[in-house]
């Protein structure tokens, strides 16, 4: 029997824009959910079979448990309902007056996400966690942007640079098409820090959630499966569609079997 641990990940939303979690809040909900479930293992009592990065070639068995928050200045009012029912709402300062956002040295604007991981772990008493925040994060100085990078204790991702509006280009991308688009990168940057968290290696595949050459958000719309390179036992897997049709609901994936016929 390989090394048995049980991994507990904390998914958090946090917004400082009330506008972007009216927006968004409830798409980017979903695709934490999208996550959790790809990742919950069903048969072999919730253990997945992780190849560990050994000369041995040992396994792991890993088992997730997945919890939610969502952290915003407020919470829309028709939304209330499905967050409380899974997951747990914590209001914060609007305007960027709360301690969270510390920003970086070379700019106010631009956060520190090692600060900004710290303070949310600290005030949500979280061990890993995947924490996904609507404002930029310092990138290294020959970088224009960063999709995400690692704290002590997980990861945060922006998704700042996924939105088209970013890029200048809001006005040529209606109001759902600009949702589909953030939480379709949103999505594929969350599975590839929560498979990290739980052992998974990265790789060469471009349309894998583990592609280790994400040098782009172009990169992200074409990362919606688990590649067949990753021999972890106990996932259903499947493939998610380019865009969801209606992206404030919970997609399914196409099963591999699917696929395959």
Same mark, same amino acid.
């Given at each position: ?6 991994? &507990? ?12 979690? &009216? +927006?968004?809040? *409830?798409?980017? $909900? ?10 919950? %293992?069903?048969?072999?009592?919730? $253990? /997945?079979?992780? @190849? ?8 792991? #068995?890993? &088992?997730?448990?997945?919890?939610? $928050? ?6 829309? @009012? ?14 914060? +300062? @609007?305007?960027?007056? +709360? ?14 996400? &090692?600060? #900004? ?8 008493? /979280? ?12 990138? @290294?100085?020959?970088? *224009?942007?960063?999709? $995400? ?40 940057? %969350? ?11 990265? %790789?060469?595949?471009?349309? %894998? ?9 172009? *990169? ?5 499966? #688990?590649?067949? !390179? ?10 998610? +569609? ?16 699917? !696929? !395959?016929?």
């Amino acid at each position: 029997m390989g090394i048995q641990k049980q991994v &507990r990940i904390d998914q958090v939303l946090v917004f400082q824009s009330g506008d972007n979690s &009216r +927006d968004l809040g *409830r798409a980017l $909900w979903a695709a934490l959910e999208e996550v959790s479930r790809y990742f919950t %293992c069903t048969p072999s009592g919730g $253990w /997945l079979e992780v @190849p560990l990065a050994t000369k041995s070639g040992s396994v792991g #068995l890993i &088992r997730a448990e997945f919890r939610k $928050w969502y952290v915003a200045p407020e919470l829309p @009012p028709d939304f209330r309902e499905e967050v409380e029912a899974t997951g747990s709402y914590v209001s914060i +300062d @609007p305007g960027g007056k +709360d301690t969270l956002w510390t920003g970086a040295e070379q700019s106010p604007s631009i956060y520190d996400h &090692r600060k #900004l991981g710290t303070a949310v772990a600290s005030m949500l008493e /979280l061990e890993s966690a995947a924490i996904l925040i609507d404002q930029e994060i310092d990138p @290294p100085s020959e970088w *224009r942007y960063i999709v $995400w990078d690692w704290y002590f204790g997980g990861a945060v991702i922006s998704f700042a640079p996924i939105d088209p509006h970013y890029w200048g280009i809001g006005e040529a991308v209606d109001d759902q098409a600009r949702v589909q688009e953030i939480k379709r990168g949103a999505r594929a940057a %969350c599975m590839s820090v929560t498979g990290s968290i739980l052992g998974l290696s990265r %790789c060469d595949n471009p349309r %894998c959630f583990m592609f280790g050459g994400v040098d782009s958000v172009s *990169r992200l719309g074409d990362m919606l499966s #688990l590649g067949p !390179e990753h021999q972890v036992t106990g996932l259903a897997r499947g493939r998610f +569609d380019e865009y969801d049709q209606d992206p404030n609901v919970v997609s399914t994936p196409v099963p591999e079997s699917a !696929e !395959e016929s």
